[in-house]
Each structure stands twice: as structure tokens, then as C-alpha cells.
Nanobody, 123 residues
Framework: QVQLVESGGGLVQAGGSLRLSCAAS????????MGWYRQAPGKQRELVAS???????NYADSVKGRFTISRDNAKNTVYLQMSNLKPEDTAIYYC?????????????????WGQGTQVTVSS
């Protein structure tokens, strides 16, 4: 079992900034990719940003130039720095991680989600 705990959401005015954090814990052998998704009311969950272990990054077009994803592999933690926030960024933000648990001889794949953290941007 791998647990993801998110923090850093809240209420901010348009143009402001927030930083989300997500820490993974459990019997982790390795984490391949970590990322952030969001779901606004009445909409489907969508990818915001992802970061494989190799260091490359992927962003939704709507957040390019405003959001930055980063990882601390030693802490199994992923961050999302959000700047110049807009009301349309309002959503519940979910952390996602994929990798392997166990040991080299007993490794098993996992894919886990955090519980979500609310981000509200007022106009």
C-alpha cells in the first residue's frame, strides 16, 4: 500500500500563488512518475502536470508558463507551484504516483491517488 498525502490548497485571489505538496509513503521500491490532476465541478478529471523519474515534464496547455512541477526523489514528494492563478483554476487537485512496492525480488506495481486538496481562486 502506498499512501499519498496532499497539502497546500486554499483560497487565493486571482493573480496569486499557491504551492501544493504531495508526499508518498509505504513500502515503496521506486516511483516512476508523479503528477497532478484536477477536477472542477461538473467536469472530468484532467491532467495538470506530470513528471517521470527521468526529469522531463508535461503540462496542460492551460497552465503552461504559470505552473511548475518538481520532485524531491529522496523524500518521495512532488510539488506544484502555481502562479498567476485564474478563477478557472478552481478545482480539487489530486496527486498521482505510479511505481513499484516491495523489494527487488518481490516488486509489485502500484498506482495511487491522494485524497485531493481544494484550490479556490476568487475573481
Amino acid at each position: 500500500q502506498v499512501q499519498l498525502v496532499e497539502s497546500g490548497g486554499g483560497l487565493v485571489q486571482a493573480g496569486g500563488s499557491l504551492r501544493l505538496s504531495c508526499a508518498a509513503s509505504g513500502s515503496i521500491f521506486s516511483i516512476n512518475a508523479m503528477g497532478w490532476y484536477r477536477q472542477a465541478p461538473g467536469k472530468q478529471r484532467e491532467l495538470v502536470a506530470s513528471m517521470p523519474s527521468g526529469g522531463s515534464t508535461n503540462y496542460a496547455d492551460s497552465v503552461k508558463g504559470r505552473f511548475t512541477i518538481s520532485r524531491d526523489n529522496a523524500k518521495n514528494t512532488v510539488y506544484l507551484q502555481m502562479s498567476n492563478l485564474k478563477p478557472e483554476d478552481t478545482a480539487i487537485y489530486y496527486c498521482n504516483a505510479e511505481g513499484y512496492t516491495g523489494t527487488f525480488l518481490t516488486m509489485k506495481g502500484f498506482a495511487s491517488w491522494g485524497q485531493g486538496t481544494q484550490v479556490t481562486v476568487s475573481s
